[in-house]
């Protein structure tokens, strides 16, 4: 995925051309943050409720609420808005700190909107100074959404998703072919602990099924954890694993017609093996991965998060335990306003945010240099969020978003049709 950075003089969107160091320096710490806010800035500053009036006129009905640089706010009176990153820079003391300056916040008295407000996400505020330097918020939520199309207007043809830029003509071309694919379909399994027999037989259960279907899927995705035990510097069973991705292979080569015709796609999970824990994650080792592809030699082994272009749409795919995270990072209980679902809150809060993981670095570290790998700018048609928690799906402002819940623990799985966005929430 290529890098790219707002220049707010000029107003636009340049490329890193760069070589990207696994091992920032500190520069690239405050980078990733700069780089986070001047993104839902830029958005935010062609919204018509928060941009400045041309002339000083009446504002129409809906008033103009124009954002103010934290800086501005001392020695000032009355009501304001500000946006900021919420920042904890003492010990139970929390912050919003902006590209001018950071303030103390109290947001015990604010009503906010659906989402989860944890610690290093950007929120837009209402509120006053108090005479003892604390900025008191009486409203507050995240920064708007931009429908999808005026996104890539206003990109002049940057490839933010990373599948290559494609004419207007291959465009029309592919949405052409696009509603022609009705048969396409993806299958998606997450936890599939391949050293437990029973997953494995749970598994083949589901092989045989759609080997005998009329037109087979074109696509079985399976997202780790592909072990029961965590594969940290106490787990010595890698040759174990090693054979179980062999055993695999083979259970998916007894079945003839889905190794002809549909393609196979691996993500590793949270607790795979890998060098390490942080975000974004490289693909499987292929020590592991050897014996499998010796019976599937065209399996993919991705990265996680995954992206997945299928004709003119764009699918994220990401595997990490957020809900229960961002639940034990949250600052403020969650608005029960407009849903109660936990689901509902995380899918508005990566939405918002415009990106996978909005938790703070010391619950969830991230690769400095490669935080835009985990960016969700233009929005994408769909965002499969593989988690621990109950298999759910939910259509938030067009944005179609699904766990398909652990396949181990609960026996569910989601058979997907990106062609219609429908998603088949199914279990054995």
Not at 68 to 85: A, C, E, F
Not at 318 to 326: G, P, S, T, V
Request: glycine fraction near 6%; charged fraction near 20%.
């Amino acid at each position: 995925m290529s890098k790219f950075c707002y220049d707010p003089i000029k107003k636009i969107f340049y490329e890193n051309t760069g070589r990207l160091a696994i091992h920032g320096d500190a520069s690239a710490k405050s980078a990733l943050y700069r780089n986070r806010f001047l993104l839902l800035f830029q958005r935010l500053s062609r919204d018509q409720h928060f941009s400045k009036p041309a002339f000083d006129t009446e504002t129409s009905h809906f008033g103009s609420c124009e954002i103010s640089p934290i800086q501005s706010l001392i020695g000032k009176t009355g009501k304001r808005w500000v946006m900021g990153v919420i920042s904890q820079l003492e010990d139970g003391h929390f912050y919003l700190e902006d590209l001018t300056a950071s303030v103390e916040i109290n947001l015990s008295n604010a009503k906010i909107t659906t989402g989860f407000f944890s610690e290093n996400t950007i929120i837009v505020a209402e509120g006053e100074m108090l005479l003892d330097g604390i900025f008191q918020v009486s409203t507050c939520g995240f920064p708007p959404l931009e429908d999808r199309d005026e996104s890539l207007a206003s990109l002049s043809g940057l490839d933010f998703f990373g599948g290559g830029t494609l004419t207007r003509e291959e465009t029309l071309r592919l949405a052409g072919l696009e509603k022609k694919a009705v048969n396409d379909m993806f299958v998606i399994l997450s936890d599939v602990w391949l050293d437990n027999e029973e997953t494995m037989g749970k598994l083949a259960t589901v092989l045989d099924g759609y080997e005998n279907v009329e037109v087979v899927p074109s696509l079985f995705i399976l997202m780790g954890n592909f072990c029961s035990h965590p594969c940290n510097l106490s787990f010595h069973s890698f040759s174990s694993l090693r054979l179980q991705f062999g055993k695999l292979g083979q259970m998916i080569a007894s079945h003839p017609r889905l190794k002809e015709h549909s393609q196979f796609l691996f993500i590793p999970g949270p607790d795979d093996a890998g060098p390490s824990t942080v975000l974004p994650r490289c693909a499987l080792p292929s020590y592991l991965t050897e014996e499998f592809k010796k019976y599937i030699p065209n399996a993919i082994f991705s990265s996680n998060p995954c992206r997945i272009k299928f004709y003119t749409q764009e699918i994220v795919l990401f595997r990490q335990d957020l809900l229960y995270r961002m639940r034990r990072s949250c600052l403020v209980p969650p608005s029960p306003e407009e849903t109660s679902d936990p689901f509902e809150h995380l899918v508005a809060t990566i939405t918002h945010q415009s990106h996978l993981c909005p938790l703070p670095l010391s619950v969830q570290p991230i690769v400095w240099n490669y935080d835009h790998c985990l960016h969700l700018y233009p929005n994408p048609h769909t965002i499969v969020l593989g988690d621990r928690s109950e298999q759910k799906a939910f259509k938030y402002t067009g944005i179609m978003c699904f766990n398909p819940g652990s396949f181990s623990n609960e026996s569910t799985f989601v058979a997907y049709r990106p062609c219609t966005q429908e998603v088949e929430l199914s279990a054995l």
